[in-house]
């Protein structure tokens, strides 16, 4: 089992940035990718970024240039840094847990990401 707690969530103003964290606990194994997905209301989950362990990403079209991705593989960590935020960013952000080795996913609580004056 893997355990993930986002972090950083918050109501910014457009144009303004936010920092999300996600802590991974539980049994980690190196071969794997951690990632972030948005779901807006009415709207299904999507894509926002995604990292292997050994730091290839992989970022939704219109994330890119304004989202980066992070981690730490040694405190089991990854981050999303959000720059340039308009109010179409507004969803809860989840983040994601895949074992490559045993095919399996996890997924964090989400947290809350809002953008409007």
């Known amino acids: 089992q893997v355990q993930l707690v986002e972090s950083g969530g918050g109501l910014v103003q457009p144009g303004g940035s936010l920092r999300l964290s996600c802590a991974a606990s539980g049994s980690i194994f190196s071969n794997n990718v951690m990632g972030w997905y948005r779901q807006a209301p009415g709207k299904e989950r999507e894509l926002v970024a995604t990292m292997t362990h050994g730091g290839s990403t992989n970022y939704a079209g219109s994330m890119k240039g304004r989202f980066t991705i992070s981690r730490d593989n040694a405190k089991n960590m990854v981050y999303l840094q959000m720059n340039s935020l308009k109010a179409e960013d507004t969803a809860v952000y989840y983040c994601?847990?895949?074992?490559?080795?045993?095919?399996?996913?996890?997924w964090g609580q989400g947290t809350q990401v809002t953008v409007s004056s």
């Open positions: 994601n847990y895949w074992s490559i080795m045993t095919r399996t996913e996890y």
